[in-house]
């Protein structure tokens, strides 16, 4: 079983940066898409970014896209979610999940998916204010 541990949240200003950190314990191989997600207080959680680790695409929620760049590290087994030009709004719990998926999925599909997930661990908190 495949655990996952998010790092890296902060307060930090708008307009500045933060890199979040996903990194892995257990078994991660080409089937597993590896997700951010994040829930702001009051709100429904969402998915944020996406990486397939079988051939490196990726998703972005439109809210987030040019801002927020997903990476991996296949030999730290750590995905990396790099947070520029933060706003207010992006202040929310971010967590990362993974699942393992068929060819057959998108990494959209697989971010739909993953939103059902029910254990999110604890995630990693990030505030941006002035």
């Known amino acids: 079983e495949v655990q996952l541990q998010a790092s890296g949240g902060g307060l930090v200003q708008p307009g500045g940066s933060l890199r979040l950190s996903c990194a892995a314990s257990?078994?991660?191989?080409?089937?597993?898409?590896i997700g951010w997600f994040r829930q702001a207080p009051g709100k429904e959680r969402e998915g944020v970014s996406g990486f397939s680790m079988s051939d490196g695409k990726t998703y972005y929620a439109d809210s987030v896209r040019g801002r927020f760049t997903i990476s991996a590290d296949y030999a730290k087994n750590t995905v990396y979610l790099q947070m520029n030009s933060l706003r207010p709004e992006d202040t929310a719990v971010y967590y990362c999940?993974?699942?393992?998926?068929?060819?057959?999925?998108?990494?959209?599909?697989?971010?739909?998916?993953?939103?059902?997930?029910?254990?999110w661990g604890e995630g990693t908190l990030v505030t941006v204010s002035s």
């Open positions: 257990g078994y991660i191989d080409n089937d597993h898409i």
């Open positions: 999940t993974a699942d393992r998926f068929s060819s057959l999925f998108t990494t959209a599909e697989a971010m739909r998916v993953m939103l059902a997930h029910k254990d």
